[in-house]
């Protein structure tokens, strides 16, 4: 007899909200999508994702995209006064 596990985890109601509907337009359940999922890692013993490294570029892209600056400054001499600080 096989030995079931729970798996629980936590998402932004909203990214459950999204990811629901998106199963339920192909007639499955959350449950059911997740199980989907993970009998695909398990059958190509890979993540059946396109996976990317983080570089410092995309990194640098990703902090613009979320307006996180490290500060601002007034002029340009001001700015390149602080990158040379930081070394």
């Known amino acids: 007899m096989t030995k079931i596990s729970q798996v629980n ?3 932004p109601e909203e990214e459950k ?3 629901t509907a ?5 007639g499955l359940d ?5 199980k989907m999922y993970l ?4 059958h190509t013993k890979s993540i059946p994702l396109k996976l990317r490294p983080v570089t410092e570029l ?5 902090e613009a995209e979320n307006q996180d600056y490290a ?8 700015f390149i006064k602080a990158m040379n600080s930081e070394d």
């Not at 995309?58 to 990703?62: C, D, E, G, K, S």
């Not at 500060?71 to 001001?78: E, L």
């Open 22 to 26: 998106i199963f339920k337009y192909y």
């Open 30 to 34: 959350l449950s059911t999508g997740i």
């Open 71 to 78: 500060g601002s400054y007034n002029s340009i001499n001001d």
């Open 17 to 19: 909200k999204e990811v």
């Open 9 to 11: 985890f936590k998402i």
């Open 58 to 62: 995309t990194q640098a892209i990703q």
């Open 39 to 42: 009998k695909e890692v398990q």
